[in-house]
Protein backbone atom coordinates (compact mmCIF):
# COMPACT_ATOMS: atom_id res chain seq x y z
CA UNK A 1 0.00 0.00 0.00
CA UNK A 2 1.76 3.75 -1.12
CA UNK A 3 -0.45 5.21 1.88
CA UNK A 4 0.93 6.37 5.36
CA UNK A 5 -1.77 6.83 8.18
CA UNK A 6 -3.81 9.47 7.68
CA UNK A 7 -3.21 9.82 3.58
CA UNK A 8 -6.08 10.54 1.32
CA UNK A 9 -5.75 8.14 -1.96
CA UNK A 10 -4.07 10.23 -4.69
CA UNK A 11 -6.32 12.11 -7.31
CA UNK A 12 -6.30 10.54 -10.46
CA UNK A 13 -8.21 10.98 -13.87
CA UNK A 14 -9.85 14.28 -14.83
CA UNK A 15 -9.81 14.53 -10.42
CA UNK A 16 -6.00 16.00 -11.38
CA UNK A 17 -7.85 19.00 -13.25
CA UNK A 18 -8.32 20.07 -10.07
CA UNK A 19 -5.57 19.06 -8.32
CA UNK A 20 -4.55 22.74 -6.80
CA UNK A 21 -7.48 23.86 -5.55
CA UNK A 22 -8.57 20.63 -3.71
CA UNK A 23 -4.98 20.37 -2.20
CA UNK A 24 -5.91 23.63 -0.65
CA UNK A 25 -9.24 22.82 0.30
CA UNK A 26 -7.94 19.44 1.55
CA UNK A 27 -5.07 20.79 3.76
CA UNK A 28 -6.86 24.04 5.03
CA UNK A 29 -9.41 21.26 5.88
CA UNK A 30 -7.02 19.33 7.82
CA UNK A 31 -5.80 22.18 9.73
CA UNK A 32 -8.82 22.95 11.17
CA UNK A 33 -12.07 20.81 12.55
CA UNK A 34 -16.21 21.05 11.94
CA UNK A 35 -17.68 23.71 11.18
CA UNK A 36 -15.05 25.64 10.33
CA UNK A 37 -13.46 23.25 8.12
CA UNK A 38 -16.69 23.31 5.90
CA UNK A 39 -16.73 26.80 5.85
CA UNK A 40 -13.24 27.87 5.01
CA UNK A 41 -13.81 25.21 2.17
CA UNK A 42 -16.37 26.88 0.92
CA UNK A 43 -14.32 30.66 0.72
CA UNK A 44 -11.38 28.47 -0.83
CA UNK A 45 -13.88 26.99 -3.44
CA UNK A 46 -15.22 30.69 -4.04
CA UNK A 47 -12.00 32.85 -4.30
CA UNK A 48 -11.79 32.30 -8.58
CA UNK A 49 -15.50 34.26 -8.96
CA UNK A 50 -14.60 38.03 -7.78
CA UNK A 51 -17.25 39.62 -5.98
CA UNK A 52 -19.96 37.00 -6.05
CA UNK A 53 -20.94 36.85 -1.92
CA UNK A 54 -20.71 32.92 -0.58
CA UNK A 55 -23.78 32.31 0.57
CA UNK A 56 -24.13 31.42 4.34
CA UNK A 57 -23.95 27.79 4.95
CA UNK A 58 -26.89 26.61 6.27
CA UNK A 59 -27.34 25.56 10.43
CA UNK A 60 -27.11 22.10 11.25
CA UNK A 61 -30.70 20.90 12.95
CA UNK A 62 -30.42 18.70 14.96
CA UNK A 63 -33.55 16.86 14.27
CA UNK A 64 -31.83 16.25 11.16
CA UNK A 65 -29.02 14.41 12.92
CA UNK A 66 -28.67 11.06 13.85
CA UNK A 67 -25.52 10.60 16.43
CA UNK A 68 -22.80 8.38 14.66
CA UNK A 69 -21.16 7.59 18.56
CA UNK A 70 -22.42 4.99 20.88
CA UNK A 71 -22.33 1.32 21.81
CA UNK A 72 -24.25 0.44 18.18
CA UNK A 73 -23.43 1.65 14.96
CA UNK A 74 -26.52 3.60 13.54
CA UNK A 75 -28.56 2.56 10.84
CA UNK A 76 -29.96 -0.13 12.40
CA UNK A 77 -32.29 0.77 15.34
CA UNK A 78 -32.61 4.57 13.72
CA UNK A 79 -35.97 4.56 12.15
CA UNK A 80 -35.58 3.49 8.52
CA UNK A 81 -34.82 7.11 6.39
CA UNK A 82 -36.41 7.00 2.77
CA UNK A 83 -33.66 6.39 0.62
CA UNK A 84 -30.25 4.06 0.78
CA UNK A 85 -27.55 2.94 -1.15
CA UNK A 86 -25.89 -0.61 -0.20
CA UNK A 87 -22.14 -0.32 -1.42
CA UNK A 88 -20.26 -4.01 -0.82
CA UNK A 89 -16.58 -3.51 -2.15
CA UNK A 90 -13.64 -6.38 -2.44
CA UNK A 91 -10.16 -5.66 -0.37
CA UNK A 92 -7.26 -5.08 -2.68
CA UNK A 93 -4.87 -8.15 -2.29
CA UNK A 94 -2.57 -6.04 -0.26
CA UNK A 95 -4.45 -4.90 2.36
CA UNK A 96 -2.97 -6.03 5.26
CA UNK A 97 -4.98 -5.60 9.23
CA UNK A 98 -2.65 -2.32 8.95
CA UNK A 99 -4.31 -1.22 5.97
CA UNK A 100 -7.56 -2.13 7.31
CA UNK A 101 -7.46 -0.55 10.37
CA UNK A 102 -6.32 2.54 8.46
CA UNK A 103 -9.26 2.59 6.50
CA UNK A 104 -11.77 2.24 9.12
CA UNK A 105 -10.32 5.23 10.45
CA UNK A 106 -11.07 6.84 7.72
CA UNK A 107 -14.32 6.19 7.29
CA UNK A 108 -14.90 6.56 10.81
CA UNK A 109 -13.91 10.15 10.79
CA UNK A 110 -15.82 11.09 7.90
CA UNK A 111 -18.52 9.05 8.86
CA UNK A 112 -18.73 11.00 11.86
CA UNK A 113 -18.70 14.33 10.30
CA UNK A 114 -21.23 13.69 7.58
CA UNK A 115 -23.80 12.38 10.11
CA UNK A 116 -23.25 15.66 11.91
CA UNK A 117 -23.73 17.71 9.06
CA UNK A 118 -20.05 18.35 8.49
CA UNK A 119 -17.78 17.67 5.47
CA UNK A 120 -16.02 15.19 4.84
CA UNK A 121 -12.16 15.85 4.78
CA UNK A 122 -11.73 16.06 0.75
CA UNK A 123 -15.22 17.51 0.31
CA UNK A 124 -15.31 20.17 -2.54
CA UNK A 125 -18.52 20.74 -2.28
CA UNK A 126 -18.88 20.77 1.91
CA UNK A 127 -22.46 22.89 1.40
CA UNK A 128 -24.16 19.41 0.40
CA UNK A 129 -22.87 18.12 4.35
CA UNK A 130 -24.48 20.90 5.72
CA UNK A 131 -28.06 19.30 6.31
CA UNK A 132 -27.75 15.32 6.73
CA UNK A 133 -31.14 14.67 6.55
CA UNK A 134 -30.69 11.78 9.45
CA UNK A 135 -27.85 10.48 7.75
CA UNK A 136 -26.39 7.30 9.20
CA UNK A 137 -23.54 5.09 7.19
CA UNK A 138 -23.02 1.61 8.68
CA UNK A 139 -20.22 -0.16 7.41
CA UNK A 140 -20.30 -4.19 7.78
CA UNK A 141 -17.42 -6.88 7.31
CA UNK A 142 -18.01 -10.12 4.79
CA UNK A 143 -17.00 -13.52 6.45
CA UNK A 144 -14.15 -13.17 3.71
CA UNK A 145 -12.73 -10.29 4.90
CA UNK A 146 -11.26 -11.72 8.00
CA UNK A 147 -9.17 -14.14 6.42
CA UNK A 148 -7.61 -11.95 3.72
CA UNK A 149 -6.46 -9.54 6.36
CA UNK A 150 -4.72 -12.24 8.43
CA UNK A 151 -7.44 -11.52 11.29
CA UNK A 152 -9.07 -15.05 11.01
CA UNK A 153 -8.98 -15.18 15.08
CA UNK A 154 -11.43 -12.37 15.50
CA UNK A 155 -14.48 -13.03 12.60
CA UNK A 156 -17.48 -13.78 14.78
CA UNK A 157 -18.28 -16.95 16.52
CA UNK A 158 -20.69 -18.99 13.67
CA UNK A 159 -20.59 -16.23 11.04
CA UNK A 160 -20.24 -17.77 7.54
CA UNK A 161 -21.70 -17.60 4.73
CA UNK A 162 -25.58 -18.71 4.47
CA UNK A 163 -26.30 -22.35 2.84
CA UNK A 164 -28.37 -22.55 -0.13
CA UNK A 165 -32.39 -22.76 0.10
CA UNK A 166 -32.14 -24.31 -3.51
CA UNK A 167 -36.19 -24.15 -3.79
CA UNK A 168 -35.93 -20.30 -4.73
CA UNK A 169 -32.58 -19.09 -4.83
CA UNK A 170 -31.84 -17.66 -8.75
CA UNK A 171 -28.82 -16.27 -7.51
CA UNK A 172 -27.18 -13.80 -9.55
CA UNK A 173 -22.99 -13.24 -8.06
CA UNK A 174 -23.57 -9.71 -9.69
CA UNK A 175 -25.44 -9.11 -6.83
CA UNK A 176 -24.41 -10.94 -3.61
CA UNK A 177 -21.04 -11.37 -1.47
CA UNK A 178 -18.42 -8.88 -0.65
CA UNK A 179 -15.60 -7.97 1.84
CA UNK A 180 -17.15 -4.57 3.01
CA UNK A 181 -20.18 -2.95 2.81
CA UNK A 182 -21.58 0.35 3.39
CA UNK A 183 -24.88 1.20 4.33
CA UNK A 184 -25.52 4.63 3.54
CA UNK A 185 -29.44 5.96 4.44
CA UNK A 186 -31.02 9.10 4.87
CA UNK A 187 -33.56 11.12 3.85
CA UNK A 188 -32.66 13.18 1.43
CA UNK A 189 -31.19 10.67 -1.78
CA UNK A 190 -28.88 13.45 -2.64
CA UNK A 191 -26.81 13.51 0.52
CA UNK A 192 -26.67 9.43 0.00
CA UNK A 193 -25.61 10.04 -3.59
CA UNK A 194 -23.11 12.60 -2.09
CA UNK A 195 -21.84 10.68 1.09
CA UNK A 196 -21.30 7.52 -1.19
CA UNK A 197 -19.29 9.79 -3.18
CA UNK A 198 -17.14 10.87 -0.35
CA UNK A 199 -16.48 7.61 1.38
CA UNK A 200 -15.67 5.86 -2.22
CA UNK A 201 -12.90 8.27 -2.25
CA UNK A 202 -11.88 6.75 1.16
CA UNK A 203 -12.32 3.18 0.25
CA UNK A 204 -10.58 3.55 -3.79
CA UNK A 205 -7.09 2.72 -2.13
CA UNK A 206 -8.39 -0.47 -0.37
CA UNK A 207 -10.47 -1.97 -2.23
CA UNK A 208 -12.63 -2.34 -5.88
CA UNK A 209 -16.51 -1.95 -5.55
CA UNK A 210 -18.36 -4.74 -6.37
CA UNK A 211 -22.07 -3.75 -6.69
CA UNK A 212 -23.96 -0.73 -5.42
CA UNK A 213 -28.03 -1.70 -4.77
CA UNK A 214 -29.93 1.51 -4.13
CA UNK A 215 -33.57 1.13 -2.23
CA UNK A 216 -36.57 3.55 -1.29
CA UNK A 217 -39.35 3.73 1.10
CA UNK A 218 -42.47 5.99 1.35
CA UNK A 219 -41.74 9.08 2.98
CA UNK A 220 -45.05 8.61 5.21
CA UNK A 221 -45.77 10.40 9.26
CA UNK A 222 -42.95 9.36 11.26
CA UNK A 223 -44.23 6.21 13.47
CA UNK A 224 -46.31 5.01 10.45
CA UNK A 225 -45.30 1.28 8.87
CA UNK A 226 -44.65 1.48 5.51
CA UNK A 227 -45.86 0.07 2.14
CA UNK A 228 -43.61 -2.23 0.12
CA UNK A 229 -44.33 -2.23 -3.88
CA UNK A 230 -46.76 -5.41 -3.79
CA UNK A 231 -48.87 -2.61 -1.41
CA UNK A 232 -48.75 -4.43 1.74
CA UNK A 233 -47.84 -2.81 4.79
CA UNK A 234 -44.30 -4.02 5.20
CA UNK A 235 -42.67 -4.02 8.91
CA UNK A 236 -45.63 -4.58 11.46
CA UNK A 237 -44.06 -6.91 13.33
CA UNK A 238 -40.25 -5.72 14.61
CA UNK A 239 -38.27 -5.34 17.84
CA UNK A 240 -39.43 -1.89 19.20
CA UNK A 241 -38.66 -1.37 22.98
CA UNK A 242 -34.32 -1.44 23.87
CA UNK A 243 -35.06 -4.68 25.21
CA UNK A 244 -36.42 -6.49 22.05
CA UNK A 245 -33.28 -5.15 20.32
CA UNK A 246 -31.01 -6.31 23.46
CA UNK A 247 -32.89 -9.76 23.00
CA UNK A 248 -33.52 -10.14 19.48
CA UNK A 249 -30.40 -8.01 17.39
CA UNK A 250 -27.21 -7.24 19.53
CA UNK A 251 -24.44 -9.88 20.11
CA UNK A 252 -23.70 -10.11 23.77
CA UNK A 253 -20.51 -11.41 25.47
CA UNK A 254 -17.76 -10.38 26.21
CA UNK A 255 -15.37 -10.42 22.90
CA UNK A 256 -14.59 -7.36 20.85
CA UNK A 257 -17.95 -7.55 18.67
CA UNK A 258 -20.57 -6.94 21.76
CA UNK A 259 -22.89 -4.67 20.66
CA UNK A 260 -22.92 -5.25 17.01
CA UNK A 261 -25.18 -7.74 14.90
CA UNK A 262 -25.32 -9.51 12.02
CA UNK A 263 -26.96 -8.48 8.26
CA UNK A 264 -28.48 -10.93 6.25
CA UNK A 265 -29.17 -8.93 2.47
CA UNK A 266 -31.06 -10.03 -0.01
CA UNK A 267 -32.34 -8.75 -3.04
CA UNK A 268 -35.71 -10.54 -3.81
CA UNK A 269 -37.25 -9.75 -7.01
CA UNK A 270 -41.41 -9.33 -7.43
CA UNK A 271 -43.28 -10.82 -9.77
CA UNK A 272 -45.28 -7.70 -10.01
CA UNK A 273 -47.26 -9.08 -13.42
CA UNK A 274 -48.35 -12.20 -12.25
CA UNK A 275 -48.91 -10.46 -8.56
CA UNK A 276 -51.71 -8.12 -10.35
CA UNK A 277 -53.22 -10.91 -11.65
CA UNK A 278 -54.71 -12.26 -8.19
CA UNK A 279 -57.79 -10.61 -6.60
CA UNK A 280 -57.57 -8.58 -3.27
CA UNK A 281 -58.84 -11.52 -0.92
CA UNK A 282 -55.90 -14.04 -2.31
CA UNK A 283 -53.42 -11.33 -1.81
CA UNK A 284 -54.39 -11.62 1.20
CA UNK A 285 -54.73 -14.76 1.98
CA UNK A 286 -50.57 -15.06 0.71
CA UNK A 287 -49.92 -12.68 3.91
CA UNK A 288 -52.59 -13.31 6.11
CA UNK A 289 -53.06 -9.46 6.87
CA UNK A 290 -55.82 -7.18 4.98
CA UNK A 291 -54.05 -4.68 2.61
CA UNK A 292 -56.30 -2.22 3.44
CA UNK A 293 -55.01 -1.62 7.02
CA UNK A 294 -52.23 -4.36 7.53
CA UNK A 295 -54.53 -6.08 10.11
CA UNK A 296 -54.53 -9.41 10.44
CA UNK A 297 -57.36 -11.67 8.99
CA UNK A 298 -58.18 -12.43 12.16
CA UNK A 299 -58.09 -9.02 13.59
CA UNK A 300 -59.26 -5.56 12.92
CA UNK A 301 -56.32 -3.58 13.46
CA UNK A 302 -52.64 -3.41 12.36
CA UNK A 303 -51.06 -4.18 15.51
CA UNK A 304 -54.09 -6.67 16.73
CA UNK A 305 -52.23 -10.10 17.39
CA UNK A 306 -53.17 -12.38 14.97
CA UNK A 307 -55.43 -15.56 15.96
CA UNK A 308 -53.62 -18.65 14.32
CA UNK A 309 -56.23 -20.61 16.00
CA UNK A 310 -58.89 -19.29 14.23
CA UNK A 311 -61.00 -21.10 11.47
CA UNK A 312 -63.35 -19.74 8.97
CA UNK A 313 -66.95 -20.80 8.12
CA UNK A 314 -65.20 -23.27 6.08
CA UNK A 315 -63.67 -25.19 8.64
CA UNK A 316 -59.68 -23.77 7.45
CA UNK A 317 -57.74 -21.43 9.57
CA UNK A 318 -58.30 -18.16 8.78
CA UNK A 319 -55.08 -17.55 8.35
CA UNK A 320 -53.79 -20.45 6.05
CA UNK A 321 -51.48 -22.44 6.37
CA UNK A 322 -48.99 -21.84 3.68
CA UNK A 323 -49.33 -17.97 4.72
CA UNK A 324 -46.36 -15.95 5.01
CA UNK A 325 -46.78 -14.65 8.23
CA UNK A 326 -48.28 -18.25 9.78
CA UNK A 327 -44.49 -19.77 8.63
CA UNK A 328 -42.35 -16.39 8.95
CA UNK A 329 -43.48 -16.88 12.79
CA UNK A 330 -43.41 -20.51 13.00
CA UNK A 331 -43.50 -21.75 16.43
CA UNK A 332 -41.49 -18.96 18.19
CA UNK A 333 -42.47 -15.66 19.59
CA UNK A 334 -43.20 -12.52 17.32
CA UNK A 335 -40.62 -9.98 16.20
CA UNK A 336 -37.61 -12.99 15.80
CA UNK A 337 -35.30 -10.60 13.80
CA UNK A 338 -34.94 -6.91 12.55
CA UNK A 339 -36.67 -6.11 9.27
CA UNK A 340 -35.58 -3.02 7.88
CA UNK A 341 -35.66 -3.52 3.89
CA UNK A 342 -35.84 -0.66 0.80
CA UNK A 343 -38.29 -1.27 -1.86
CA UNK A 344 -36.10 -1.37 -5.70
CA UNK A 345 -36.61 -0.45 -9.02
CA UNK A 346 -33.91 -0.72 -11.59
CA UNK A 347 -36.33 -1.37 -14.43
CA UNK A 348 -35.98 -2.20 -17.21
CA UNK A 349 -33.78 -5.06 -16.72
CA UNK A 350 -31.07 -6.55 -18.86
CA UNK A 351 -34.21 -8.63 -20.68
CA UNK A 352 -36.45 -6.08 -21.13
CA UNK A 353 -38.80 -6.93 -18.60
CA UNK A 354 -39.09 -5.00 -15.30
CA UNK A 355 -37.12 -5.48 -12.16
CA UNK A 356 -38.59 -4.41 -8.73
CA UNK A 357 -38.70 -5.95 -5.44
CA UNK A 358 -37.44 -5.58 -2.08
CA UNK A 359 -34.01 -5.05 -0.54
CA UNK A 360 -34.58 -7.58 2.00
CA UNK A 361 -32.77 -6.38 5.26
CA UNK A 362 -32.85 -8.26 8.46
CA UNK A 363 -30.43 -8.19 11.04
CA UNK A 364 -29.81 -10.20 14.75
CA UNK A 365 -27.69 -11.59 17.12
CA UNK A 366 -27.44 -15.50 15.35
CA UNK A 367 -27.92 -15.94 12.03
CA UNK A 368 -27.96 -19.75 12.35
CA UNK A 369 -30.77 -19.24 14.92
CA UNK A 370 -32.75 -17.11 13.62
CA UNK A 371 -32.78 -16.34 10.09
CA UNK A 372 -31.80 -19.64 8.81
CA UNK A 373 -34.70 -21.93 10.39
CA UNK A 374 -37.37 -19.23 9.27
CA UNK A 375 -35.99 -18.71 5.61
CA UNK A 376 -36.07 -22.30 5.27
CA UNK A 377 -39.84 -22.55 6.54
CA UNK A 378 -40.26 -19.95 3.87
CA UNK A 379 -38.66 -22.15 1.64
CA UNK A 380 -40.30 -25.08 1.93
CA UNK A 381 -43.97 -23.67 1.34
CA UNK A 382 -44.48 -20.05 1.39
CA UNK A 383 -47.69 -18.92 -0.57
CA UNK A 384 -45.40 -15.58 -1.43
CA UNK A 385 -43.12 -17.83 -3.24
CA UNK A 386 -44.67 -18.07 -6.60
CA UNK A 387 -44.47 -13.89 -6.76
CA UNK A 388 -41.02 -13.34 -5.06
CA UNK A 389 -37.61 -14.48 -6.11
CA UNK A 390 -34.13 -14.22 -4.17
CA UNK A 391 -31.64 -12.96 -6.66
CA UNK A 392 -29.12 -11.51 -4.47
CA UNK A 393 -27.89 -12.62 -1.67
CA UNK A 394 -24.82 -11.74 0.94
CA UNK A 395 -24.17 -11.56 5.03
CA UNK A 396 -22.37 -9.02 7.18
CA UNK A 397 -21.33 -8.88 10.13
CA UNK A 398 -21.59 -5.39 12.18
CA UNK A 399 -19.49 -4.21 14.13
CA UNK A 400 -20.50 -2.42 17.37
CA UNK A 401 -19.95 1.40 17.78
CA UNK A 402 -17.50 3.65 18.75
CA UNK A 403 -16.79 6.50 21.13
CA UNK A 404 -15.03 9.93 19.74
CA UNK A 405 -11.47 9.49 19.54
CA UNK A 406 -12.28 6.21 18.45
CA UNK A 407 -12.79 4.22 15.06
CA UNK A 408 -14.92 1.29 13.96
CA UNK A 409 -14.22 -2.82 14.61
CA UNK A 410 -10.93 -0.89 16.79
CA UNK A 411 -11.07 -3.58 19.39
CA UNK A 412 -10.54 -6.54 16.73
CA UNK A 413 -7.11 -5.20 16.36
CA UNK A 414 -5.99 -5.24 20.12
C1 LIG B 1 -40.10 -9.55 -1.08
C2 LIG B 1 -40.13 -10.37 -0.05
C3 LIG B 1 -41.04 -10.22 1.14
C4 LIG B 1 -42.21 -9.52 1.26
C5 LIG B 1 -42.92 -8.70 0.19
C6 LIG B 1 -42.66 -9.68 2.61
C7 LIG B 1 -43.83 -9.12 3.12
C8 LIG B 1 -44.25 -9.25 4.44
C9 LIG B 1 -45.46 -8.68 4.97
C10 LIG B 1 -46.44 -7.82 4.18
C11 LIG B 1 -45.53 -9.03 6.26
C12 LIG B 1 -46.67 -8.68 7.25
C13 LIG B 1 -46.49 -7.39 7.97
C14 LIG B 1 -45.30 -7.33 8.89
O1 LIG B 1 -45.31 -7.90 10.00
O2 LIG B 1 -44.35 -6.70 8.47
C15 LIG B 1 -44.38 -9.82 6.56
C16 LIG B 1 -44.08 -10.34 7.78
C17 LIG B 1 -42.95 -11.04 8.08
N1 LIG B 1 -41.97 -11.43 7.20
FE1 LIG B 1 -41.91 -11.03 5.22
N2 LIG B 1 -41.77 -10.48 3.28
C18 LIG B 1 -40.78 -10.82 2.41
C19 LIG B 1 -39.68 -11.62 2.68
C20 LIG B 1 -39.40 -12.16 3.92
C21 LIG B 1 -38.25 -12.98 4.20
C22 LIG B 1 -37.19 -13.39 3.19
C23 LIG B 1 -38.31 -13.28 5.52
C24 LIG B 1 -37.36 -14.09 6.36
C25 LIG B 1 -36.69 -15.12 5.94
C26 LIG B 1 -39.49 -12.63 6.07
C27 LIG B 1 -39.87 -12.67 7.39
C28 LIG B 1 -41.00 -12.08 7.89
C29 LIG B 1 -41.35 -12.10 9.31
C30 LIG B 1 -40.53 -12.69 10.44
C31 LIG B 1 -42.57 -11.45 9.43
C32 LIG B 1 -43.38 -11.23 10.70
C33 LIG B 1 -44.20 -12.46 10.97
C34 LIG B 1 -44.97 -12.35 12.28
O3 LIG B 1 -46.10 -11.84 12.25
O4 LIG B 1 -44.41 -12.76 13.30
N3 LIG B 1 -40.12 -11.98 5.06
N4 LIG B 1 -43.60 -9.94 5.43
Redesign the pocket.
Known amino acids: MAERPGERPAASGPARVYSRRRLLVTSAAAALSGAAAAAVGVGIADAGSPGAAAPAAPETREEDTVPFYGLHQAGVQSPAQSAAAFCAFDLHADVDAAALRRLLRLLSDDIARMSAGRAALADTAPELAAAPARLTVTVGFGPSLFDKVGLAAARPAGFADLPAFPTIDRLDPTYGGGDLLLQICADDALVVAHAQRMLFKDTRAFATARWTQRGFLPQGPAGQ ?1 GR ?1 L ?1 G ?7 PRTDADFDRVVWSTGTGWFTGGTFLVF ?1 R ?1 R ?1 ELDTWDELDRSAMEAT ?3 RLST ?1 APLTGTAEHDE ?1 DLDAVDATGLHAIADFA ?2 RL ?2 GDGP ?4 L ?1 R ?1 YSYDDSPGADGASDV ?2 L ?1 C ?1 YQADIGAQ ?1 VP ?2 QR ?1 AAGDL ?1 NQW ?1 T ?1 VGSAVFAIPPGCAPGGFLAEGMFS
Open positions: TNMQVDGTVNRIMIGRGPHLARAAQLRPGQFAFMQLLIP
